[in-house]
Antibody, heavy 121, light 110 residues
Framework: EVQLVESGGGLLQPGGSLRLSCAASGITVSNNYMSWVRQTPGKGLEWVSVIYTGGSTFYAESVTGRFTISRDNSKNTLFLQMNSLRVEDTAVYYC???????????????WGQGTLVTVSS | QSALTQPASVSGSPGQSITISCTGTSSDIGTFSYVSWYHQRPGKAPKLMIFDVNKRPSGVSDRFSGSKSGNTASLTISGLQAEDEADYYCCSYTRSNTWVFGGGTKVTVL
C-alpha cells in the first residue's frame, strides 16, 4: 500500500522560509514523478512543482524562483523548500505521485493527507 | 499557465446523468491525452477517478466515464447517487512539462 506522509507545515510571517517533507512508503520516490499540489482553504487545487525520475524539476509560475523541490533517495523522502513566503502561499500542501506508466499514468494516483502552511503577519 | 475552466456547480437528481466540462487550450488538453479527474470531499485529499482521458483506476465505479474533444474534456457520472456529492477537479499535463488543474465543480445531488 502506498503511503505519503507530509510534515513541516506551520504559521509564519511573510518573507519567511519553511521546508516541507513527504515521507513515502510502498513506493520508491525516485522511480515516480513526484509533485506538490496546494489548496487554498475553501478554494481549488493548484499544481506547484514536480521532480521527474531523472531529477529534472519544474515549477508553477507563481512559485518559480522562491520554491525548490528535491528528494533524498536514501530516505525515500520528497521535500519542498519554500522561501520568500507570501500571504497568498497560505494553503494545504499535498505531495502526490504520478506513476507515469500503467494505471494512473500522468494522473496523481496517490496523495498524502496534506500539511497546512499559514503565512500571516 | 491559466487554470482549466470548469462550471462552478452542476446538480442532478438520483439516477440521472450529469456531465462536467473542462476547457483548456492547445497547450494542454488539446495536445495531450493526459487528462485526469479527481473527486474531493471536505477535509479529505483528492481521489483519482479518471486518468488518460477515459481510463478508470481499479476500484472506481464504471458509472464514471471521461472523454475529450479538441481542447475540452468531460466527465460524465451516470446513475447519480448521493455519495457522488463532492467537488470534482480536472487536470491536464501541459507542453511546459507541468500540470494544470481546473477551478473545480461542486456536484449536488438533489
Amino acid at each position: 500500500e502506498v503511503q505519503l506522509v507530509e510534515s513541516g507545515g506551520g504559521l509564519l510571517q511573510p518573507g519567511g522560509s519553511l521546508r516541507l517533507s513527504c515521507a513515502a512508503s510502498g513506493i520508491t520516490v525516485s522511480n515516480n514523478y513526484m509533485s506538490w499540489v496546494r489548496q487554498t482553504p475553501g478554494k481549488g487545487l493548484e499544481w506547484v512543482s514536480v521532480i521527474y525520475t531523472g531529477g529534472s524539476t519544474f515549477y508553477a509560475e507563481s512559485v518559480t524562483g522562491r520554491f525548490t523541490i528535491s528528494r533524498d533517495n536514501s530516505k525515500n523522502t520528497l521535500f519542498l523548500q519554500m522561501n520568500s513566503l507570501r500571504v497568498e502561499d497560505t494553503a494545504v500542501y499535498y505531495c502526490a505521485r504520478s506513476p507515469y506508466s500503467g494505471s494512473g499514468s500522468y494522473g496523481f494516483d496517490s496523495w498524502g493527507q496534506g500539511t497546512l502552511v499559514t503565512v500571516s503577519s | 499557465q491559466s487554470a482549466l475552466t470548469q462550471p462552478a456547480s452542476v446538480s442532478g437528481s438520483p439516477g440521472q446523468s450529469i456531465t462536467i466540462s473542462c476547457t483548456g487550450t492547445s497547450s494542454d488538453i488539446g495536445t495531450f491525452s493526459y487528462v485526469s479527474w479527481y473527486h474531493q470531499r471536505p477535509g479529505k485529499a483528492p481521489k483519482l477517478m479518471i486518468f488518460d482521458v477515459n481510463k478508470r483506476p481499479s476500484g472506481v465505479s464504471d458509472r464514471f466515464s471521461g472523454s475529450k474533444s479538441g481542447n475540452t474534456a468531460s466527465l460524465t457520472i451516470s446513475g447519480l447517487q448521493a455519495e457522488d456529492e463532492a467537488d470534482y477537479y480536472c487536470c491536464s499535463y501541459t507542453r511546459s512539462n507541468t500540470w494544470v488543474f481546473g477551478g473545480g465543480t461542486k456536484v449536488t445531488v438533489l
